[in-house]
Each structure stands twice: as structure tokens, then as C-alpha cells.
């Protein structure tokens, strides 16, 4: 029986690290996109995990909700910050500190 939950938790624990990383370079495109829109430059080429919960969906299964920070500049030198919502693999929300918030999706 032990050796049965060593198994579920190692395939949980792969499952969990990869769906993290696919969220996570989902969140990266998106920043990456959303600062092309608008010709602000991606700071870092990376985002970063703020939060992590299980939520519902709007079909109202369980998936994992995160929420991701990155940085962006508007002239070069002061930072900015941008926030990603996520449910699941799924982008809810994308938000720009521009001018008290600037909303892309």
C-alpha cells in the first residue's frame, strides 16, 4: 500500500510541476504580447508566481487559480507592474499599471 503512494504522489508531484510550467509560459506569451500592443518593453522576459488557490471555473469545475507578476517599463527607466489571472490554463485577466490600471483583456 505504501508503495502505491509513493507512486500517486510522485505522478501528482510531475502533474503539478507541469502544469505549473505550462501556465507559466502561457503567462509569459501573453505579457510579452500585451507589451508589443501597446510598445512598452517586457522587463526580466519572465513572469512570477504571486498566488496560487483552487477556484471554480465558469463551468463550475475545480482548476487551479494563479496569479502572476511581471515588469514592464514605459520610457526605460521606471518599473511598472503587470498582473495575470489565470483559471486553470486559461487567461481571465490581464492588467497594466499605466495610467491606475489598464485592462487588455
Known amino acids: 500500500m505504501s508503495e502505491f503512494l509513493l507512486l500517486a504522489s510522485l505522478v501528482f508531484i510531475i502533474w503539478f510541476w507541469r502544469d505549473g ?21 517586457f522587463l ?17 469545475t475545480m482548476a487551479l487559480c ?19 489571472t489565470m483559471k486553470g490554463q486559461l487567461i481571465v485577466d490581464l492588467v497594466l499599471d499605466i495610467d491606475h490600471t489598464t485592462r487588455i483583456y
Open 21 to 41: 510550467m505550462r501556465a507559466r509560459e502561457q503567462a509569459i506569451a501573453a505579457g510579452m504580447r500585451a507589451c508589443q500592443q501597446i510598445n512598452v518593453q
Open 66 to 84: 494563479r496569479l502572476y507578476v511581471f515588469d514592464f517599463t514605459l520610457d526605460g527607466e521606471s518599473r511598472r507592474e503587470g498582473l495575470i
Open 44 to 60: 526580466d522576459q519572465t513572469v512570477v508566481l504571486q498566488k496560487l488557490r483552487l477556484c471554480r471555473t465558469n463551468s463550475g
